[in-house]
């Protein structure tokens, strides 16, 4: 990893030097090995704090929304689930391709630190990951964990090493972690009662505190305004009127995000309240998959999603509704 | 704060009977705004209209809620009367409290509360209401029929007399459809090629008609009046002008293994054949899947043979761009696939024949010259049975749930041709029902029944299968109570009818809507029976629903008459309620131009001062003329920027604020 990083710091400030990009969006160094935070680095001696570890999981694609308009070129780091999110901002027309240079980096996977400190450890002065394992100091000593233990949710998920769209890769090499079942937990809910699937989502939804933070995070979620904040929509004061109506807005926000969310899982990695947000979006993908055959939004740029395309052999709605579902 | 009007009409006892008028009347006069409220028993007789008009103008109404039946019967009536009060015609609002209320409800204390909800929800509505203004837009006066058959035929004849043109696209290579393959017609007996082809040669011949045949509709654009059609004219590797359907290619065409469409695959035909002896146009075409010379770029004798120099294997496909005023669908249908009904034994003895294939072995252009004979030997058969409702009145997943209409009649018509023929063979019919309503239509059975000797068993066939080079035929006689064997030398199967495939396409393409069967819905089904509920786009025949050919003619001409009655007008009222997008929202994401069905919505890219921040943006901009006010769009915006005018985001949220107080 440290390579990588070094290769990465190596190449950005060749890209800088030659004015080649204006800008470099990346990770920069936190105060502590597990809190890197995405940074634009527009000076080469800004580079010594660009860093790419194993708490590296923030998907970048997002931070070029807001310089569509610029016309300065950027060039951004993204793993290769983060290149499905890019593509999808393309086909939105939510980023200008021409002003961005996509660097495609390797990824093995990377670590929740949330999940770590759950097992009693604190202090961490550093951690280095193999395969399986991961090694990590801490100023009371070293311990060594199960890397299956302490992914990111996303990364339990990993749809494998492949960037669906770059300009040049770096550490493309790396071996990316084997997937669970990603439907797995959809179809647990699906398998419950309404009532069972209510008070499991009532339950989760109620921690919700409205900060935004999935909105923000969502490469999905680019609207200029949101409809939440529309006043001339007549929803934007209800969203959080009461506890139900709260829970409204994550099941509106799955609705707005259907078929055009990737399943990056930033969601649910961003929320404070470890509320599994991504469930509600991977039952849409699920669906999806189901109703239209297997659909994976981002994967090839300028493609139109299911929701939006008619064809002849489309599932009927009737159908959907006489046969509880299954096509 | 507008003031608004409410009136609450009784419908006779419709609504009244099972809503409290007064409570709903006392419930709306506590809305805000409401300045005035009453009922009446028929708000849309003169009556009823005037106190509408008398109560705007004393109570300086400017907002007016009509509690009735479906906007559908009467919004246009109301929104009439708003305009002679001097009231911008989209300041009604209709409650329907009729359909939503009334006729779905017994209990009058639960009919009352949801009419109270629907009328302060529409009186939600109208308070965020504002005037608009219709504009117009002209009409091409050419009108597009899709499909060839009798009933596209006889519409585009009315329409081509009335002084319009029309151009009928039909994919197979000739005109004439199904019935072209029938050998007679019920209840008269009258050959079905003596009626037809007269109209064939009319159409063929008419100055205002153009047949395009062998052609597909590809692509339709526009709405109402001003529709951009792409047509698809297949390569038919013949000349059509040089053509002169003088058969020596087909007597040389060294391929002659193709099934016979035309005779529902009894015979053989070559790879360049013309389909029948009356066919229109009357020019070979070339089948490219059996043809030697275009799968494999041996052969090429017909082209060596033809004298006129017509054959042209370098053919493409030709993309015909046209627009039209109105377009009628005449797409008509087919007889199912019978194959699914094992125990009828269809496609393990050729001696089980459905009925068309029964016409083609009766006709005299058939692949028997008319001679009835058993399909596996050709010998003479002495006993024959029908068996009817195959897979009409079919509730499993194999057949249809709807009576296909004709059957009883033709397998009536079959049985009397039968029997005057050939008085030695035996005809035996099992029916569920038999269906002969329609004029001289009963009598016509029981001639058969009485004058013919044609035996009818009540009771449906479990099963037919081969004894001793004979078929056996096991059913139940209702009747008698048994269960009976008969033995025959032919079965013959009265195949369920349903839409053509390319009905489903088509509809999609024009917008307009099908039932769970395929056919396409009417208007109104009993006061708009051949309008789409899509403007400008009629029904003819069959793909509609089944009909015979009387009905067919019938309601062909009806549909004639409304395209007629479309064409000659310059100017259409187009609908003010029309998409529109904010450019201060909009994110340019495509959602909605992606969802449009009318291709309504581009792109520009524009100049905008967002509070202050001046930057080019790209924008979704509506065309209010291709615009057609479904509101796609406005559902697909996800932050709200697509916003439709009379069915503001704003409107329908306090319509459901409205109805959910408690």
């Known amino acids: ?327 | 704060m507008l003031n608004i009007g409410v009136f609450v009409c009784w419908c006779g006892s419709n609504i009244a009977a099972t809503v409290d008028i007064d409570q709903v009347v006392a419930a709306a006069k506590i809305q805000p705004g409401v300045v005035f409220a009453t009922d009446y028993q028929y708000m849309c007789s003169e009556a009823g209209q005037k106190i509408m008009r008398n109560a705007v103008l004393e109570h300086k109404l400017d907002g007016v809620v009509i509690c009735a039946c479906s906007p559908r019967m009467h919004e246009a009536t109301f929104r009439k009367n708003a305009e002679k009060s001097g009231l911008n015609p989209f300041m009604v609002e209709i409650a329907n409290i009729r359909e939503h209320v009334s006729w779905i409800h017994k209990d009058k204390a639960v009919g009352t509360v949801k009419a109270i909800a629907l009328v302060n929800a529409a009186i939600a509505k109208v308070s965020l209401n504002a005037p608009l203004i219709s504009g117009e837009s002209s009409v091409t006066k050419r009108a597009l029929v899709i499909g060839g058959g009798i009933a596209g035929l006889q519409t585009a004849l009315d329409i081509a007399e009335a002084g319009f043109e029309v151009d009928v696209v039909e994919k197979l290579p000739t005109i004439g459809g199904n019935m072209a393959k029938i050998d007679k017609t019920f209840p008269t007996l009258d050959c079905a090629a003596c009626i037809l082809t007269p109209k064939m040669v009319d159409a063929a011949s008419h100055e205002n008609i153009e047949l395009i045949t062998y052609s597909e509709v590809e692509s339709v654009k526009g709405f109402v009046g001003s529709f951009k059609a792409t047509i698809r004219k297949k390569a038919r590797y013949v000349d059509e002008v040089a053509c002169t359907g003088c058969g020596v290619c087909m007597a040389k065409c060294p391929s002659k293994k193709s099934l016979n469409e035309f005779n529902c695959g009894l015979n053989n035909r070559p790879s360049v054949y013309i389909p029948f002896a009356q066919a229109i146009p009357n020019v070979a075409v070339i089948d490219p899947q059996s043809c030697i010379k275009l799968t494999r770029d041996k052969c090429g004798l017909c082209q060596t043979v033809c004298e006129a120099k017509a054959i042209d294997f370098t053919q493409k496909d030709e993309l015909i761009e046209r627009e039209y005023g109105a377009i009628v669908v005449a797409t008509g249908f087919q007889p199912i696939k019978v194959d699914k009904f094992d125990e009828l034994g269809y496609s393990q003895n050729k001696d089980v024949i459905t009925s068309l294939e029964l016409e083609r072995l009766m006709n005299a252009a058939g692949p028997t010259g008319g001679k009835l004979q058993k399909v596996s030997d050709g010998s003479h058969p002495h006993d024959i049975v029908f068996i009817q409702c195959v897979g009409s009145r079919d509730c499993t997943a194999r057949g249809k749930n709807y009576c296909s209409k004709i059957c009883c009649m033709y397998t009536t018509k079959h049985a009397m041709l039968i029997r005057d023929k050939y008085p030695d063979i035996n005809v035996t019919v099992f029916y569920i029902d038999i269906r002969t309503a329609g004029k001289n239509y009963d009598e016509f059975y029981r001639r058969a029944a009485e004058d013919y000797g044609v035996t009818y068993i009540k009771g449906q066939v479990g099963k037919v299968y081969e004894e001793d080079g004979f078929l056996v035929v096991q059913g139940s006689d209702l009747i008698s109570n048994e269960q009976i064997k008969i033995k025959a030398d032919m079965v013959v199967l009265a195949a369920a009818i349903e839409a053509d495939p390319s009905a489903k396409k088509v509809a999609s393409m024009l917008t307009a809507s099908i039932d769970t069967n395929n056919f396409l819905t009417e208007a109104h089904a009993k006061l708009r029976p051949v309008e789409s509920p899509t403007a400008g786009i009629f029904l003819s025949g069959v793909c509609q629903g089944p009909k015979d050919i009387p009905e067919t003619v019938a309601q062909a001409g009806a549909a004639a008459s409304k395209v007629i009655g479309l064409l000659v007008k310059n100017k259409l009222v187009t609908n003010p309620c029309v998409a529109i997008a904010d450019e201060m929202l909009c994110s340019g994401c495509s959602n909605c131009f992606n969802i449009c069905p009318y291709g309504a919505i581009g792109y520009e890219e524009k100049l905008v001062n967002d509070h202050g921040i001046r930057e080019t943006r790209r924008l979704a901009v509506v065309n209010p003329a291709l615009c057609q006010g479904c509101g796609a769009c406005s559902v697909a915006c996800p932050s709200g920027a697509m916003d439709l005018l009379g069915f503001t985001n704003k409107q329908i949220m306090a319509e459901v604020d409205a109805i959910c107080k408690k």
């Open chain 1, 1 to 327: 990893m440290q390579g990588l990083e070094k290769k990465i710091k190596d190449r950005a400030s060749e890209l800088l030097q030659s004015g080649a990009v204006d800008g470099i969006i990346g990770w920069e160094k936190g105060q502590f090995e597990y809190d890197p935070t995405p940074a634009v680095f527009t000076k080469e001696t800004g580079l010594d704090n660009l860093c790419y570890n194993n708490f590296c999981g923030a998907n970048l694609s997002k931070y070029l929304v807001g310089k569509i308009t610029s016309d300065k070129k950027f060039a951004v780091l993204l793993k290769p689930c983060d290149t499905y999110s890019m593509n999808q901002l393309i086909t939105e027309h939510r980023v200008n391709r021409s002003n961005i240079y996509i660097i495609g980096i390797g990824c093995n996977g990377h670590l929740n630190v949330e999940k770590i400190k759950a097992q009693g450890i604190s202090g961490i002065t550093a951690v280095s990951a193999s395969d399986d394992h991961v090694n990590i100091s801490t100023i009371y000593g070293d311990s060594k964990l199960a890397k299956k233990e302490i992914l990111l949710g996303k990364c339990e998920v990993c749809r494998g090493n492949v960037h669906v769209i770059f300009d040049e890769l770096i550490g493309e090499e790396l071996q990316t972690p084997k997937p669970d079942d990603r439907f797995e937990m959809v179809a647990k809910l699906e398998a419950m009662t309404a009532e069972e699937r209510f008070k499991f989502w009532q339950g989760e939804l109620s921690r919700c505190i409205r900060c935004n933070a999935c909105r923000n995070a969502c490469p999905a979620c680019t609207c200029r305004v949101c409809v939440f904040d529309n006043g001339r929509s007549g929803i934007e004061a209800k969203a959080n009127a009461s506890e139900f109506e709260e829970q409204m807005f994550h099941i509106i926000r799955a609705f707005h995000v259907a078929a055009r969310c990737t399943d990056c899982g930033e969601c649910s990695r961003v929320c404070p309240e470890n509320i599994p947000l991504h469930l509600l979006n991977r039952k849409y993908v699920k669906d999806i998959n189901e109703f239209y055959g297997d659909y994976q939004a981002g994967d090839i740029a300028e493609q139109r999603n299911p929701l939006v395309n008619f064809g002849d052999d489309d599932i009927e709605p009737t159908t959907v509704s006489d046969k509880g579902g299954q096509k």
